[in-house]
C-alpha cells in the first residue's frame, strides 16, 4: 500500500494538490496522511505568569488545526468516494521542513506531494520558498510539486525526464520515475540537456547505458536540447507540445534541478512549470559510484 503524505495549509493552493493526489493514484491502495505543521508563538517578553495563557493559545490553534483536517477528511470521502483510500490526520508542532523530515521517517513515506506557488509579484520564481525548502532538505523521499493553476486532466501518458547523464543512475534513485511509468503504463521521454556541441563523453555513454537498462521494460524515447539562452524554457515548452503531464528530475550536487532552486538562478532562468515536478533526491551510493566511474572511465557496466 502507497503511503503518500499531503501537507496542507489550509489554501486554495494546497486543497488542488490534495485532488491531484487522490485522481492520479485512484485505482491504487493508498494511506494519505494529511498534516498541517503550526509554529511555535514566539513573544519578545514573556513574563512567567503569561506562560498558561500562551500554552492556551498554542493548544487553541492545536484544536483548529485539527478541525480544519476533519473537515478536509470528511469532505475528501464525501465528495470521492474511493474504498481504496484511507485517510490519516497530522497536526504537529514545528517548522513545516522539519515536520515533514521527522514523518517521511517516521511513517515511512513513499511520496510527498505537495501545492506551489509562486512567490507574490514575481513571476520568475517557479516554486514558493516552502517547497524549494522541502526539495533541498528532504533526502530520502520523492516530492511532487503541484503548480497551483494545474488542474487533473487524466494520468500522465508520457514522463519527461531531464538529464545531462553526468551523473551515475542507481536502481533505487530511479524507482519512482519507473513505477509511474508502469502504474501509468506511461511512455518516458529522455530529454538529453546538451550543455556542449559534441559527442557524449564515456562517462555519460556509460551512464546512459545504465539509464537504458533501468527503462529496458518501459517504452522510452530519446530528445536532445541544445544549449539555448534558456534550457528550463525549451523544457517547458517540449512537454506542452508533446502534452505531457509529468515533469520528472533528479536532485543532486551541480544538477539542473540543484541550480533551479538557489534563489539567484531561478530568478535568472525565469522557469515556470505549468506542470506536475518531480523531484527525486539524490541517494549515496550514486555521488560514490560517480566519482569512481570519472576516476575510470572504462568501467564495466554493473549487472
Not at 147 to 160: A, D, Q, R, V
Not at 174 to 203: C, H, M, N, W
Not at 221 to 239: A, M, P
Request: hydrophobic share 40%.
Amino acid at each position: 500500500m502507497k503511503r503518500i503524505l499531503l501537507p496542507t495549509d489550509f489554501s486554495d493552493n494546497s486543497w488542488n494538490a490534495i485532488d491531484y493526489a487522490t485522481e492520479l493514484f485512484k485505482d491504487e491502495d493508498c494511506i494519505f496522511f494529511l498534516l498541517n505543521a503550526y509554529s511555535k508563538i514566539i513573544y519578545e517578553s514573556v513574563h512567567i505568569s503569561d506562560v498558561p495563557h500562551k500554552r492556551s493559545i498554542e493548544n487553541t490553534i492545536k484544536t483548529n488545526a485539527i478541525t480544519n483536517l476533519e473537515h478536509i477528511k470528511k469532505t475528501i470521502k464525501h465528495t470521492t468516494i474511493n474504498e481504496r483510500h484511507k485517510f490519516n490526520i497530522i497536526a504537529s508542532f514545528g517548522t513545516l521542513t522539519e515536520v515533514i523530515q521527522e514523518f517521511v521517517k517516521s511513517k515511512k513515506i513513499d511520496l510527498v506531494i505537495m501545492g506551489t506557488k509562486g512567490a507574490s509579484g514575481t513571476k520568475e520564481v517557479f516554486m514558493g520558498s516552502n517547497t524549494v525548502r522541502i526539495i533541498n532538505t528532504i533526502k530520502n523521499c520523492p516530492v511532487i510539486a503541484v503548480p497551483e493553476n494545474f488542474t487533473y486532466i487524466s494520468k500522465p501518458s508520457e514522463i519527461t525526464f531531464a538529464t545531462d547523464f553526468t551523473h551515475f543512475y542507481s536502481k533505487e534513485e530511479l524507482q519512482p520515475i519507473v513505477e509511474l511509468a508502469k502504474s501509468f503504463d506511461a511512455t518516458i521521454r529522455i530529454v538529453y540537456i546538451q550543455q556542449q556541441k559534441g559527442v557524449l563523453t564515456e562517462e555519460q555513454k556509460f551512464n546512459l547505458r545504465m539509464l537504458q537498462k533501468y527503462f529496458k521494460d518501459i517504452t522510452y524515447y530519446q530528445h536532445t536540447l541544445s544549449k539555448s539562452d534558456s534550457i528550463s524554457k525549451s523544457i517547458q515548452v517540449f512537454s506542452e507540445e508533446l502534452d505531457i503531464y509529468l515533469l520528472a528530475m533528479l536532485n543532486y550536487k551541480h544538477s539542473f534541478m540543484d541550480r533551479l532552486t538557489r534563489e539567484p538562478v531561478i530568478k535568472n532562468m525565469a522557469f515556470h512549470t505549468q506542470i506536475p515536478l518531480l523531484v527525486i533526491p539524490e541517494l549515496g551510493i550514486s555521488s560514490a559510484l560517480s566519482k569512481t566511474i570519472k576516476s575510470n572511465s572504462k568501467l564495466e557496466e554493473i549487472k
